[in-house]
């Protein structure tokens, strides 16, 4: 069955930097387009950025310059590499991947705060 499992949260200061990981097993990764979301508390939850199978990428507005996606194949996983962190970016991370049905990881908390 599908699993995703992300990594790497954790408590940063404003103008840090976190590396967020997600594993997925389960299905034929190199061919999936891969995406982080994020849920701020009482917010919606948002696309931060998404990975082409192509290796093409999106990114949301609030994060284009600072945050890069990436992935390796090789390892089954999907990076998130977040730059220059702010107060708002203050969330839970989840990894997604859509595969006839949309599949969740638990997420992983990041905290952003001096």
């Known amino acids: 069955q599908v699993q995703l499992v992300e990594s790497g949260g954790g408590l940063v200061q404003p103008g840090g930097s976190l590396r967020l990981s997600c594993v997925a097993s389960?299905?034929?990764?190199?061919?999936?387009?891969m995406n982080w979301y994020r849920q701020a508390p009482g917010k919606e939850r948002e696309l931060v950025a998404k990975?082409?199978?192509?290796?093409?990428?999106v990114y949301g507005d609030s994060v284009k310059g600072r945050f890069t996606i990436s992935r390796d194949n090789g390892k089954n996983t999907v990076y998130l590499q977040m730059n220059s962190l702010k107060p708002e970016d203050t969330a839970v991370y989840y990894c997604?991947?859509?595969?006839?049905?949309?599949?969740w990881g638990k997420g992983t908390l990041v905290t952003v705060s001096s």
């Open positions: 997604n991947v859509v595969r006839y049905i949309v599949y």
């Open positions: 389960g299905f034929t990764f190199s061919t999936y387009t």
């Open positions: 990975v082409t199978s192509a290796g093409n990428t």
